[in-house]
């Protein structure tokens, strides 16, 4: 056996076990996650005082990437971490917002505390809606969380005293007597969650109970051996990405002024799911990666295909058509030339800028 | 630590899977310490009896006891808690984890913190632990001499590292008692001594008490202290390794003597290295 010591990529100078468990394996990736978080903090100042390089519109794109990035993570827990799967995550999402709304509206809970507790009732849910679920595999776990998802839109619909049937009000936060209605400032309220779960997430994978999920997903034989209890972590999966999911929808819900009782379809299940495969599955950076994406498609393609029309006048009665092709096309080609994500791809980028010029 | 009690009691032990009998009443035990091998051709049933003992398969008759504790009707996530782990006979690692979370997987049952406390990290005391427990797995990382790829995702590493990675990963559960199924197969002679060091340091610097299936003759003979030998099911023979060598229903039925051959199937029966047959 060779004992040479194995190489480590240029610019990797690891010497303890602490910063070989860092959140950031090196330096520089440490710092771009301290620059881009800031520049996301500045987002609504610079609104404030140049309006023109940061338009309230880009304030509302933000705040609601913010919000799907937070429910992917979630997802991204369940699917990427522990390798199950649900086609009910935008159910758990509107029980949150539904759960926050009526925690505001009927027991005068503060809003910024009606989030974080919508997350928890969520949770419970969800551990319920897991409980049968641990026992299944592949299809037939598709199957149930489909069930969920049925069961819980029809609930949304025959609830009236949590719904009104069609829908009910949510108000923007109040702190300290300050009204946080403006977008502005409910963008730091998101922003906040988002660090939180972002930070929470990529904690979890690097200690006991992360690490279990993982080792679940990739060979639950041998994960029973070294004590884990496979139903346990199975169901404890699904309580922690309906967390995300109620946690994030309460804050959707506030956003939006009004959660309406058709919101929450299966659509938005699969799109959540969309994200997740393209973000990279597992990945906590790529849920955020995988959010935007999906969110900034269908406008981008709309411009896309509206400045086609402009160059083709022939096509202007198939923009929509055209529209909904592109995000399709986009979807694949991504999967097919990138099929582990967007943070793979961020990776690549980041290596050859790392120790740039001189890296090698 | 109570010395006096046995460290493993298998008795009476009979496994069927529909017709076929893959353990018929099989019974030995192992004593604190010692280093027990099981022998015998392909499809005899070691792996069997392992996967009885970790509690895999459930015998249809038997009891299996480990310290004197019926381990039978006890779940598969308690062996780890109570000393007892394995490596497999087809290899069992979590393929897309780096090295090193595969080897503190094997602290699960050591570690306390949890999803919230593991969230919190830095605040509730997680990170302290996390890295209290990173020290003794580098440790074992050393003992076994994969430093060089601890950070490698276990999934792309070659034959020989993975098993050792999968005894890095069984040793960092600190059991009292360790199955290896076939630690050996597949390996060049290099990488089996290297992998029989590693074995007897088991028993010698870590106190386990081992039991190992081995195809290998030489290995066996020159590790164990005891043998059993399984064929068809049957326990056939047991003792010391010279013992076992010398007894003629293992030559026949084991080591295949031409002029004594009864029937084609023993002939059949010879060992080969090849790892196969049903893995757990
Ligand atoms: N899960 C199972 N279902 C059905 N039959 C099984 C199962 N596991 C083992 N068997 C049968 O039990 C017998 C013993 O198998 P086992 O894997 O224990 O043999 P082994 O001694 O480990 O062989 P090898 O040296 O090839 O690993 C074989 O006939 C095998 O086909
Ligand atoms: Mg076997």
Not at chain 1, 259 to 266: L, P, Q
Request: proline share 4%; charged share 20%; with cysteine.
């Amino acid at each position: 056996m060779s004992h040479v010591p194995y190489p480590r990529p240029c610019g990797d100078f690891r010497t303890t076990y602490a910063e070989d468990a860092s959140l950031y394996k090196t330096r520089p990736a440490f710092r771009a996650a301290v620059a881009i978080t800031l520049l996301a903090a500045l987002m609504p100042i610079i609104s404030w005082t140049m309006p023109a390089v940061v338009s309230t519109a880009m304030i509302s794109n933000l705040i609601q990437i913010g919000i799907l990035a937070i429910a992917a993570l979630g997802l991204n827990v369940l699917v990427g971490f522990t390798g199950q799967i649900s086609l009910g995550h935008a159910a758990f999402f509107g029980f949150g917002a539904f759960s926050s709304a009526y925690l505001v509206n009927n027991f005068s809970v503060p809003v910024l505390l009606a989030i974080p507790a919508a997350g928890i009732v969520t949770a419970l849910v969800g551990f319920l809606f897991g409980l049968p679920a641990a026992r299944l595999k592949g299809l037939y776990l598709a199957i149930a969380t489909l069930a969920a998802q049925f069961i819980l839109e029809d609930f949304f619909a025959r609830a009236t005293w949590f719904t009104e049937g069609y829908g009910v009000t949510a108000d923007r936060p109040v702190l300290a007597g300050l009204s946080l209605a403006d977008d502005r400032w409910f963008y730091y309220v998101v922003l906040f969650w988002v660090i939180i779960s972002f930070i929470g997430v990529s904690n979890l994978r690097r200690s006991r109970d992360g690490r279990a999920f993982v080792a679940v997903r990739d060979h639950y034989l041998s994960a029973e051996i070294m004590g884990i209890n496979l139903t346990k972590y199975r169901v404890l999966s699904f309580g922690v990405s309906s967390f995300f999911a109620g946690l994030a929808g309460a804050l959707y819900g506030h956003f939006l002024g009004f959660v309406s009782v058709e919101a929450f379809t299966i659509l938005l299940s699969i799109q959540f799911l969309a994200m997740i495969i393209i973000g990279g599955l597992g990945s906590v950076t790529g849920s955020l990666l995988g959010a935007a994406f999906i969110f900034m498609l269908p406008p981008t393609m709309q411009s896309f295909a509206s400045s086609l029309a402009e160059i083709f006048p022939a096509m202007q009665q198939g923009v929509a058509y055209v529209k909904e092709m592109a995000i399709g096309l986009a979807i694949i080609l991504f999967l097919i030339l990138e099929p582990e994500g967007l943070i793979h791809l961020w990776r690549r980028i980041r290596a050859s800028w790392k120790l740039f010029p001189f890296s090698h | 630590m109570t010395q006096p009690e046995r460290m493993l009691e298998v008795e009476g032990v009979s496994l069927r899977f529909g017709g076929v009998r893959a353990l018929n009443n099989v019974s030995f035990h192992v004593e604190r310490g010692e280093l027990f091998s099981i022998i015998g051709p392909n499809g005899a049933g070691k792996t069997s009896l392992l996967n009885c003992i970790s509690g895999r398969y459930r015998p249809n008759e038997g009891s299996i006891r480990f310290r004197g504790e019926q381990l039978l009707g006890r779940s598969i996530n308690d062996r780890a808690r109570l000393g007892i782990g394995r490596t497999f006979q087809n290899l069992a690692l979590f393929g897309h984890m780096s090295v090193l979370d595969n080897i503190l997987v094997g602290r699960h049952h050591l570690l306390k913190n949890n999803v919230i406390t593991g969230m919190l990290y830095w605040a509730s005391g997680a990170r302290r632990e996390e890295l209290a427990h990173r020290k003794r797995v580098e440790e074992i990382i050393d003992f076994l001499e994969i430093q060089h790829v601890r950070n490698e995702p276990a999934g792309t590493l070659s034959y020989g590292l993975r098993k050792r990675v999968e005894l890095a990963r069984a040793v960092a559960i600190e059991p009292e008692l360790i199955l290896l199924d076939e630690p050996m197969a597949g390996m060049n002679l290099e990488e089996k001594e290297d992998m029989a060091r590693y074995i007897v340091d088991l028993g010698q610097e870590f106190n386990m008490t081992i039991v190992m299936i081995e195809h290998d003759m030489g290995v066996v003979v020159d590790l164990s202290d005891r043998v059993i030998v399984l064929d068809f099911g049957k326990l056939i023979a047991g003792g010391t390794p010279e013992e076992v060598m010398a007894d003629e229903h293992v030559k026949r039925a084991y080591l295949g003597e031409e002029d004594e051959l009864l029937h084609d199937e023993e002939a059949e029966a010879m060992p080969s290295k090849q790892p196969e047959g049903v893995g757990a």
